[in-house]
């Protein structure tokens, strides 16, 4: 069983809906738990992050964090075609030294 | 600021020859750095942590013989591919961490470098 399970997609949706994106980890351990943007051969970006449960608000984003459930996600709000990337969860325990990815889920906004 | 840059953005060499691939924090200082590398479609996967001054950490099944690594300088990490294979064709990314930040330590991508191997 991978430490992080990340549906890859892809995912397309027509701009304007809402995206939501999900990750399930298996260790308990994790405590900060992030999402990143990655562009076709570029570097991640992170997009944010969340210390243990919670909700998270950024703009059109929000990320959520279920530790009971060991399930995070990813909401998109009035989603634009510049969102089309992929996007990959990501977690780790208390110092950030052992960060684990989730696979990344592909997403195309379609104008 | 938090600028991470990587050379070469894509090399292509020969079976057997050795590459290196540099990291660089611009504009901070990290005492950390991190050698990740990605397959097609597939997540990052972290192969080493790198200590400004000490010897790299390999992860599991990581050979440390083949990937050298090298963190000179508190803004320089180098990746070193040694008798590189086909099979170490990959995209290799490396994150820097501010020695600055606070509880959260947030890593700080490079755009990566494709190697190929003929």
């Known amino acids: 069983q991978k430490e992080v399970e990340q549906d890859p997609g892809p995912l397309s949706v027509p701009e304007g809906a809402i995206v939501s994106l999900n990750c399930t980890y298996s260790?308990?351990?994790?405590?900060?738990f992030m999402w990143y943007r990655q562009y076709s051969r570029k570097g991640p970006e992170l997009l944010m992050y969340?210390?243990?449960?919670g909700n998270k608000e950024d703009g059109r984003f929000t990320a959520q964090v279920d530790k009971s459930s060991k399930y995070i996600s990813l909401f998109i709000r009035d989603s634009q075609p510049s969102d089309s990337a992929t996007y990959l969860c990501a977690m780790s325990t208390y110092n950030n030294n052992d960060m684990r990815f989730g696979a990344g889920t592909r997403l195309t906004v379609k104008p | 600021g938090a600028v991470v840059s990587q050379h070469p953005s894509w090399v292509i060499c020969k079976s057997g020859t050795s590459v290196k691939i540099e990291c660089r924090s611009l504009d901070f200082q990290a005492t950390t750095m991190f050698w990740y590398r990605q397959f097609p479609k597939q997540s990052l996967m972290l192969m080493a942590t790198s200590n400004e001054g000490s010897k790299a950490t390999y992860e599991q099944g990581v050979e440390k013989d083949k990937f050298l690594i090298n963190h000179a300088s508190l803004t320089l990490s180098t990746l070193t591919v040694t008798s590189a294979h086909p099979e170490d064709s990959s995209f290799y990314i490396c994150?820097?961490?501010?020695?600055?930040?606070?509880?959260?330590?947030?890593?700080?991508f490079g755009p990566g470098t494709r190697l190929t191997v003929l």
């Open positions: 994150s820097a961490r501010d020695s600055r930040t606070g509880v959260y330590n947030e890593q700080f």
């Open positions: 260790n308990s351990a994790f405590q900060y």
């Open positions: 969340t210390y243990s449960s």
